[in-house]
């Protein structure tokens, strides 16, 4: 890995890390729920997308430098585990066990949905 490719993953890391923090606040400020809803559409987005980015690193659609800094940069910062995961363990300090099974459990479930979704359907437009 070569240093400007380092600097652009650390940089897209920073732009993913920025957009989730907005994306996060502007759903807050347009809901009234409790349930974490910002971070749910954040990953399952994201998911999405490092989907798509997937399906085109396997082809010659898209290079390995771009895979890295969109995948691992970009999405890397974008998506956040640790977020989900204090908030299913909050949810559940609260005792609220439907919540903090649907924020566990069923995001990693439409998560990896969403990439696999993002992934066919990126592949089928790509074309054999």
């Given amino acids: 890995?070569?240093?400007?490719?380092?600097?652009?993953?650390?940089?897209?890391?920073?732009?993913?890390?920025?957009?989730?923090?907005?994306?996060?606040?502007?759903v807050r400020a347009r809901t009234r729920t409790t349930y974490p809803l910002g971070t749910t559409i954040i990953n399952v987005t994201g998911s999405l997308l490092l989907g798509a980015i997937t399906a085109l690193g396997m082809t010659a659609a898209l290079s390995d430098e771009y895979r890295l800094v969109i995948g691992v940069g970009l999405l890397g910062?974008?998506?956040?585990?640790?977020?989900?995961?204090?908030?299913?363990?909050?949810?559940?300090?609260?005792?609220r066990v439907?919540?903090?099974?649907?924020?566990?459990?069923?995001?990693?479930?439409?998560?990896?949905?969403?990439?696999?979704a993002g992934y066919a359907l990126t592949a089928l437009a790509s074309g054999p």
């Fill in 1 to 26: 890995m070569t240093p400007l490719l380092f600097a652009a993953i650390c940089i897209a890391g920073g732009v993913g890390a920025n957009l989730r923090f907005l994306i996060d606040g502007l």
């Fill in 77 to 95: 910062g974008y998506t956040t585990f640790s977020t989900a995961s204090f908030e299913t363990i909050r949810l559940a300090q609260q005792r």
């Fill in 98 to 116: 439907i919540a903090a099974v649907a924020n566990g459990v069923g995001m990693l479930v439409i998560s990896v949905a969403a990439a696999a």
